[in-house]
């Protein structure tokens, strides 16, 4: 993850490393992070193991409730 201000300076960065086959985020923890650190927007990036782009179910609607979380703190995905 990273957080930045509302002039595109980065805040913060963290690595997150799950299992062999996930990685658990929760809106709570990183929104939490987020707004302690002032940031503006954050960025999440995820890879998976097996070299596949294609986002699992689990990616999609853990992306959508991120998103959802940061439209009511107004911090952009």
């Known amino acids: 993850m990273l957080f930045f201000d509302t002039r ?3 805040l913060y960065n963290n690595v997150s490393i799950g299992s062999l086959n996930a990685n658990i985020i929760h809106p709570r923890e990183v929104f939490n992070s ?3 650190k002032g940031a503006s927007y954050i960025i999440i990036v995820h890879n998976h193991q097996s070299g596949d782009t294609s986002p699992s179910a689990e990616d999609i609607s853990t992306t959508k409730r991120l998103v959802e979380a940061g439209k009511i703190l ?3 995905i």
Request: glycine share 0%; net charge neutral; aromatic share 0%.
């Open 8 to 10: 595109n300076k980065l």
């Open 34 to 36: 987020a707004v302690l």
């Open 74 to 76: 107004e911090i952009t």
